[in-house]
């Protein structure tokens, strides 16, 4: 098992310090010491092409070993079909595979394209090699199904939000509808049940690069910016 930990997160765990963990560090240290409980999370990764959400997921794991946090879901945000598959690994590892997985499965998950360049270094590794329930994102809700099912379940202003990768989930979340899991449209769900959200910042929220799936999103980062900064406190980690 030790070799196969090292294998699995390896030396590239080092990267665990740059920017998508230090979104998760952020969140813990924002909660007061003497906040009630661990720290409910949903993390928001594009796990694919880099490797610091693997580190970032690693350490959200290592957060609810120490009782710091609990994570109620994570989903997916590129549409890449196994990408959801690659943090099953991640979570079977830690022995989590009661999580609540979601994964995006809009306009670019259906794009014959998704996956094919920088979105597979290292998930078809993940998925083919390694244990896990899930292996590709038809065995999971979309991510906002996902979130609305955990966030209505959650009490009321309790939810943090790690926002590493882009920003397609955010952008449906809060433009969804009432559902069969809550009454609320996403506006209003969000404003009840998340206490915070943690942006990974740069192009991810503000569209300063343009990237494949990225310039489908190119009028997102602003209006999201506006949709979220109106109803909650944000924080942007660089
Ligand atoms: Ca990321």
Known sequence: MHLHRQRLLGGRLIAAVLAAARVLV?????????????????????????????GAVAVANALQDNGEAVIVAVGHTNGFIKGIGAVSTLMHFYNRDEVTLGAYKGVWARNPTAGKGTADRYVSDLVDHYPSTIKNSSQVLDAVSAYRKVLAAQPDHSVHIASIGITTNMRDLIQSKPDRYSPLDGRALVKLKVKLIVWMDMMYVYGGVCMDYVCLLAVLPDKLKRFYTKILPALFAA
């Open 26 to 54: 952020v969140i813990v240290l924002h909660v007061p010491p003497a906040a009630a409980g661990p720290v409910r999370l949903i993390i928001d990764t594009d796990a694919g092409f880099d490797v610091d959400d693997v």
